[in-house]
């Protein structure tokens, strides 16, 4: 016998939960049955067992989706689970690790809740750019409920109390059953009829299916199109509808939907009390205000003594009188004595001096225009000798082919070039 071919039970069980785990038919199971066993730990995990009538599977939900759950499961409890398999390997037993828990019933309900509250939100029903603001002492409410039951009993007592003044329309309306989403929509489309300044839509508490009227889509399609500011009230603290997310605003019960659409009358009174103090006061102070100022301008230095006034201002004008008469004297003397320093300028005395002084300036630019006159110095004896109307500064500028024109002071002089060889040939000769 070989001890080698044995394996633990810890190896074991290690292997079928890896295997477990690799199965990706048990990483999402569902399944329903009916939960025994029920034990919920000090940490928030829930620990039980999942039956039928032939068989039954170890369950637990950890804390973190335990605290999702809508309801208190307990021994007895029908539900649907969601999860998936595993193996616990210190005992070796598999088990389902639950995610997700709905009662069995209602299951099918929150699963539609679910989806067209998805659809919904999606769309833009439930963007708060789309909700409407309540007026704050509305003269008239509509009521879209059962006419029977607390609900109504609550927000007309309610209303009754806080705020009498207000007119207050019942629309009676089927609130659970079948046919109760359209007897809502037809009351919120009667309502939309009359001059209402709010508009409460509601019921009391329920379960799920007394309250699905209102998680119906034509009831929220209508909430939304209504152009009266609407307050769902549905149900109690804890439920939340379709009606809720869409309306304008949410109240948590039908009174606390009475209390929010009227203010309370007392307060109202309050307020009124305060304005009318403040107002009081305001005229007051503005009274005193004005009071005192009309004592400033009657004990006014101008009007106990104008004439002192008068007097300043005519003092004040004498001493700009006297100023413009100072600088129109100065400014008469200055142009007089420019023009006697232009009468004895020496050139209006004496204007032959100025034709002098401009002929002696003539001749020297003329002088000195003669120095620099290339033709001056042919008078002198010098030439310019020119080629093709060049002048020839060197002897390699000549081109021994051409003729050259020799320019002194009284003519120009025509010359043929000769080569020294040619003289020298014709004196052999």
């Known amino acids: 016998m070989n001890p080698s071919k044995y394996l633990t039970v810890s190896a074991i069980n290690k292997y079928l939960k890896v295997q477990f785990e690799r199965d990706e038919h048990l990483q999402c199971v569902f399944l329903k049955g009916e939960i025994s066993n029920f034990k919920g730990h000090t940490t928030g995990h829930l620990y039980f067992s999942l039956k039928d009538e032939t068989s039954k599977i170890n369950a637990i939900m950890f804390q973190s989706y335990a605290k999702r759950l809508q309801f208190s499961p307990t021994d007895g409890t029908k539900v649907l689970v969601m999860g998936r398999i595993g193996i616990y390997e210190a005992t070796g037993n598999y088990q389902i690790y639950v995610e997700e828990m709905l009662e069995d019933g209602v299951g099918n309900l929150y699963i539609a809740y679910e989806k067209l509250k998805a659809q919904l939100q999606k769309e833009g029903l439930f963007d708060s750019s789309h909700k409407k603001i309540l007026p704050k002492y509305p003269n008239r409410i509509g009521i879209v409920t059962a006419p029977t ?83 769902s009230a549905v149900g109690h603290e804890i439920d939340f509808t379709i009606a809720d997310f869409v309306a304008d605003h949410r109240a948590p019960t ?56 008068f007097e300043n201002r005519q003092q004040q004008i004498d001493i700009i009188n006297e100023k413009l008469n100072q600088l129109l ?49 042919l008078n002198r004896g010098y030439s310019l000798t020119y080629q093709a109307n060049k002048i020839i ?3 390699e500028d000549i081109d021994m082919n051409k003729d050259l024109s020799i320019k002194i002071s009284n003519g120009i002089i025509e010359a043929n070039i000769v080569k020294v060889e040619e003289i020298k040939d014709e004196e052999r000769n």
């Open 329 to 377: 004297l100065q400014k008469i003397d200055y142009c007089k004595l420019k023009l006697d320093t232009m009468k004895n300028h020496y050139l209006l005395k004496n204007p032959q001096q100025l034709y002098i002084e401009a002929k002696k300036q003539l001749k020297i630019i003329i002088d000195k225009l003669q120095l620099v006159n290339p033709l001056n110095i």
């Open 149 to 231: 039951g607390a609900a109504i009993k609550d927000i007309l007592s309610t209303i009754k109390r806080r705020y009498p003044i207000c007119e207050t329309i019942l629309f009676p309306s089927l609130v659970q059953g079948d046919n109760a989403a359209n007897d809502i929509v037809r009351n919120i489309k009667k309502a939309e009829q009359y001059d209402l300044d709010v508009l409460i839509v509601g019921r009391g508490g329920g379960s799920i299916e007394d309250l699905w009227p209102f998680n119906e889509e034509v009831v929220a399609r209508a909430i939304y199109d209504c152009p009266i500011p609407i307050i």
């Open 254 to 309: 039908p009174t606390g939907a009475a209390e929010i659409a009227v203010p309370n009358l007392i307060d109202v009174q309050k307020y009124i009390n305060q304005l009318k103090i403040r107002l009081q006061e305001a005229i007051y102070k503005d009274i005193k205000y004005k009071s005192l100022y009309l004592d400033t301008i009657k004990n006014s230095f101008v009007l106990k003594t104008p004439m002192v006034l």
């Open 393 to 395: 500064k060197v002897v």
